[in-house]
């Protein structure tokens, strides 16, 4: 069964610097997510992305994030000026068809861990 | 925002009995979904219910879901020790490209 990608796996960057973070989603879905999942709390929705573009996002994904999609198969979440908050797993997710109707499948994710 | 909550928190039952895990949620919704996470790993989804439904099945798996009450319900039936995990409803409005809401989850524990 196709399955959504992530690396790496586990990240550790220290405070302050810049991170990326990549997913390839299932290759004949449209829609892109990411998620942040804070140890102990929540599943909660970063940004979604369609056709090239953001089509919705949380007040977390402020201009510390952004996201791109720079060839037919990857998609990133970069995240600047990293602060110790910012230590989450990090879920990539995608859809076929519109997500409110669709289910979403999750990759394995990334742990990143600020320093 | 429409909130998923969950409960119990946690539920712990022998190999073989039924599991019974509860949502509740805020606001109108489009569907309601229920994932399963397996310690370290990602959200696998387990079954989408419309809100213009009331009840789904798949396989050992039955949701129900109560617009009135803004409530659904997951019930594993003939529970295995495979089924230890924690268990999240979400949430879409349906709109555009879909974030979903999630709740804090069940953590199921099925004993040997």
């Known amino acids: 069964e196709p399955e959504v990608t992530q690396t790496p796996s586990h990240q550790v960057t220290q405070m302050g610097q810049e991170v990326i973070l990549r997913c390839v989603p299932i290759?004949?879905?449209?829609?892109f997510y990411w998620y942040r999942q804070i140890l102990g709390q929540k599943v909660e929705f970063l940004v979604s992305f369609y056709n090239n573009e953001i089509s919705e996002k949380s007040e977390i994904f402020d201009d510390q994030f952004s996201v791109e999609r720079p060839d037919g198969s990857n998609f990133t979440l970069k995240i600047r000026s990293t602060k110790l908050e910012d230590s989450a797993m990090y879920f990539c997710?995608?859809?076929?068809?519109?997500?409110?109707?669709?289910?979403?499948?999750f990759g394995d994710g990334t742990r990143l861990s600020i320093l | 925002s429409q909130q998923g909550e969950e409960d119990p928190q946690a539920l712990s039952i022998q190999e073989g009995e039924n599991a019974t895990m509860n949502c509740s949620y805020k606001t109108s919704i489009n569907n309601l979904q229920w994932y399963r996470q397996n310690s370290g790993r990602g959200l696998v989804h387990l079954i989408l219910i419309r809100s213009n439904e009331r009840e789904k099945h798949s396989g050992r798996l039955r949701v129900t879901l109560d617009t009135s009450k803004k409530s659904s319900s997951l019930l594993i039936t003939a529970s295995r020790a495979a089924d230890t995990a924690s268990y999240f409803c979400?949430?879409?409005?349906?709109?555009?490209?879909?974030?979903?809401?999630f709740g804090k989850g069940t953590h199921l524990i099925i004993q040997p």
């Open positions: 290759s004949n879905h449209l829609y």
């Open positions: 997710a995608s859809s076929a068809l519109l997500g409110g109707n669709q289910p979403q499948h």
């Open positions: 979400a949430t879409g409005s349906g709109g555009g490209a879909d974030g979903l809401t």
